[in-house]
C-alpha cells in the first residue's frame, strides 16, 4: 500500500490472556494471499472475468481514470466462501483451536471485547484500534483476534486517542482523496478478514456446545467490521465504485451463512440481530452503487470529451463506452456473487441496475452519434460501439446488424446506385427489378463513387479484428459482387476497365485495407 499502515504503533500483548500461537501467526498467512498492486489477488480456486477491454488503460478524464475497476478485483475473493486459501487458513485456526480459545476468552475471560479485539487484530485490520487499554479492559481479546485477521484498524475508524487518531483523520478527511487503488487494497484486506470470520463461525459453531458465545462472538466481529462500512460510504464517490459493488457482495452473501445456521432460540435471535445489521448495510451500500451510477450518468452526459473527440477519432470505440462496459461488468460480477444470498439481498436489485445502465449506454451513444457530421462516420461509430458492448456484456445484437447495414447504404449505396437505376432499397430485392440506364458511363460512374468512398475512409478504425474482417466480407459480397454482375451481364462494359487497375478483383484487394485506422 503506498501509505503503508504498518507505520501504526503495534498494541502491547502483556495482557494477552489466551494462549495463542506467535503473535501474527495467521496475519502473515493472510497476507499471502494479499493484496497486490492496489487489488486483491485472486486465489488459484477463484474465478475470474472479463474486465471489459484490454485496451482501458486510458480513461476519459479524471473521474474515470480512476474506477479501480479490474477483472482481478476483491470480488473474485467473494464468488466462492468455502473454496480458496482462506478456508485452508480458517481450517489451520480451527485445527490449533486458536478459534475455540478466542470464542472461550472472549466469553469467560472477563474481557471480551479485548479477547475480539486479538482476532480482528491477528485478522490485520487493525491498525484502527482505540488506545492501549490496560490489564482488564474488556477490549483487549477483540485487539488480538483483529490483528490475527489483518484488520484491526477498523476499530479506530470508531474511536481514536492519542497516536492513532491519525486514522481517525485519515478516514474523516483525507479518504475522499485517496486514490481507488488505495481504497480497493484496503477494501481487499477487508475482505479476506470478513470471509474468514464467517468461515470460522460456521465451523466453531459445530463443536462448541454453547451456541448462544459462538453467536455473541459472531456479532461483535461482525459489528467492529461493518463500522469500516459506515466509514467509507459517506465519502466514496464515482471512482470508488469497485470497492462499494465489492463490499456489497462480501455482505449480501454473508447473510446466507447466518440464515444457515441453527441452534438455541437466543442464539437463533442474535443471528437475526446479524443478519438485520448486513440487511442495514446491504441497503446502504446499494443505495450508494445507485447514486453513484447517477452522478456517472451525469458526468459522461457533460464531457466536454465526446465533441473534441468524436470527429476525429475514426468511429473507434470511445472511450467512456470502455469505462461504462467496465461498470456494467463489474456490477454482474457483483450480482453473480450474491447468488447464494438471503432473500433479502436477492440479485434483483443489480439485475435492474444493470439493464438500465445498458439501456442509458445505448441511448447516450444514439445521442452522441449525432455529433457526426458524416452519416457514414456516425454509423460506424455506433456499429465499432454496439459491438463492443455486445461482445464484452450482451452478446450478439440486432442493433449490430442495423447499424452495419445503414453504414453500408450511406456508405456504398452511390457506387451501387451509378450501376442501376436508384431502387426502394439498394441492398434488397427490389433491385434486381430495376432497369439499366446510361450503359456508356454507369462503370465509371461506379468507380469513381467506389475510390470517393475508399479515400474517404481508408483511415477509419474498426478495432475488432473480427468485425473489421466481417466488415470487409459483406462490402465484398455486396458492392464489389453488385460490380463483377454487372461487368458479366454487359460484356461491352469491360473497355472501361484498364490495366486491370478497375477490376473487381483489384477493388477486392482495396477493401482489404479498409478500417486499420
Same mark, same amino acid.
Given at each position: ?24 501467526? +495467521?496475519?502473515?498467512?493472510?497476507? $499471502?494471499?494479499? #493484496? ?23 480513461? $476519459?478524464?479524471?473521474? *474515470?481514470?480512476?474506477?479501480?475497476? !479490474? ?42 471485547? /479485548? ?23 474488556? !477490549?483487549?481479546? =477483540? ?33 475522499? +482523496? ?7 487494497? *484496503? ?35 461482525? $459489528? ?11 465519502? =466514496? ?10 463490499? +456489497? ?117 444514439? /445521442? ?14 455506433? =456499429? ?46 427490389? *433491385? ?21 468512398? +475508399? ?24 458492392? #464489389? ?28 484487394? *482495396? =477493401? ?6
Amino acid at each position: 500500500m503506498a501509505e503503508r499502515l504498518a507505520a501504526v504503533p503495534e498494541l502491547s500483548t502483556t495482557s494477552f490472556t489466551v494462549p495463542s500461537p506467535p503473535r501474527g501467526s +495467521y496475519r502473515d498467512l493472510i497476507r $499471502s494471499v494479499g #493484496v497486490s498492486g492496489g487489488l486483491v489477488r485472486p486465489s488459484p480456486y477463484s474465478q475470474s472475468g472479463h474486465s471489459g477491454s484490454s485496451g482501458n488503460s486510458t480513461a $476519459s478524464s479524471s473521474y *474515470l481514470s480512476n474506477s479501480g475497476i !479490474s477483472s482481478r478485483s476483491a470480488s473474485d475473493a467473494t464468488t466462492d466462501f468455502g473454496a480458496n486459501e482462506l478456508t485452508v487458513i480458517t481450517h489451520r485456526m480451527f485445527s490449533d483451536g486458536y478459534i475455540e480459545r478466542m470464542v472461550q476468552a472472549f466469553e469467560s475471560g472477563g474481557d471480551p471485547s /479485548r479477547e475480539l479485539e486479538k482476532w480482528l487484530f491477528e485478522l490485520d485490520v487493525g491498525w484502527g484500534l482505540p488506545a492501549p487499554a490496560g490489564p482488564g479492559d474488556p !477490549s483487549r481479546e =477483540l485487539e488480538k483476534w483483529l490483528f490475527e485477521l489483518d484488520v484491526e484498524w477498523v476499530l479506530q475508524v470508531r474511536e481514536g486517542h492519542g497516536p492513532r487518531r491519525q486514522l481517525q483523520f485519515l478516514f474523516q478527511v483525507q479518504l475522499p +482523496y485517496k486514490s481507488a487503488s488505495w481504497l480497493q487494497e *484496503l477494501v481487499g484486506r477487508w475482505i479476506l478478514a470478513f470471509i474468514i470470520i464467517l468461515v470460522s463461525i460456521e465451523k466453531v459453531a459445530f463443536t462448541v456446545q454453547d451456541m448462544p458465545t459462538v453467536a455473541r462472538f459472531g456479532k461483535a466481529s461482525i $459489528s467492529a467490521m461493518l463500522v469500516f462500512v459506515d466509514a467509507v460510504i459517506p465519502v =466514496l464517490k464515482e471512482g470508488k465504485l469497485q470497492a462499494m459493488l465489492d463490499m +456489497y457482495a462480501c455482505v449480501s452473501r454473508a447473510s446466507y451463512y447466518f440464515t444457515t445456521l441453527v441452534g438455541s432460540p437466543e442464539a437463533h435471535s442474535i443471528f437475526n440481530e446479524i443478519d438485520g445489521l448486513l440487511e442495514i448495510r446491504g441497503n446502504m451500500l446499494s443505495e450508494a452503487i445507485s447514486s453513484t451510477m447517477e452522478e456517472v450518468r451525469t458526468l459522461m452526459e457533460d464531457d466536454d470529451s465526446w465533441a473534441i473527440e468524436l470527429p476525429r477519432g475514426g468511429g473507434d470505440v470511445h472511450r467512456n463506452t470502455r469505462c461504462m462496459v467496465d461498470y456494467v461488468v463489474s456490477m454482474k460480477k457483483a450480482r453473480a456473487s450474491t447468488l447464494n444470498s438471503a432473500l433479502s439481498h436477492d440479485p434483483v436489485y443489480l439485475d435492474g441496475l444493470i439493464d438500465d445502465t445498458m439501456d442509458y449506454l445505448k441511448d447516450l451513444l444514439l /445521442r452522441k452519434s449525432e455529433l457526426f457530421l458524416d452519416p457514414s462516420l456516425r454509423y460506424l461509430f455506433l =456499429l465499432n460501439n454496439s459491438y463492443f458492448v455486445a461482445q464484452v456484456v450482451s452478446g450478439p445484437s440486432a442493433e449490430c446488424e442495423k447499424y452495419m447495414d445503414s453504414h453500408l447504404d450511406v456508405s456504398w449505396g452511390n457506387a451501387v446506385s451509378s450501376l442501376y437505376c436508384k431502387p426502394k432499397s439498394i441492398f434488397g430485392t427490389t *433491385l434486381l427489378c430495376c432497369w439499366k440506364w446510361d450503359n456508356t458511363s454507369s462503370v465509371a460512374k461506379f468507380q469513381s463513387a467506389f475510390h470517393k468512398t +475508399y479515400q474517404a475512409q481508408r483511415f477509419w478504425k474498426v478495432p475488432d479484428p473480427q468485425l473489421r474482417c466481417a466488415l470487409r466480407k459483406i462490402i465484398t459480397k455486396r458492392i #464489389v459482387s453488385a460490380y463483377r454482375n454487372y461487368l458479366e451481364e454487359h460484356p461491352e462494359q469491360q473497355k472501361y476497365v484498364i490495366d486491370g487497375n478497375s477490376s473487381p478483383e483489384c477493388f477486392e484487394k *482495396l =477493401l482489404t485495407e479498409l478500417f486499420e485506422g
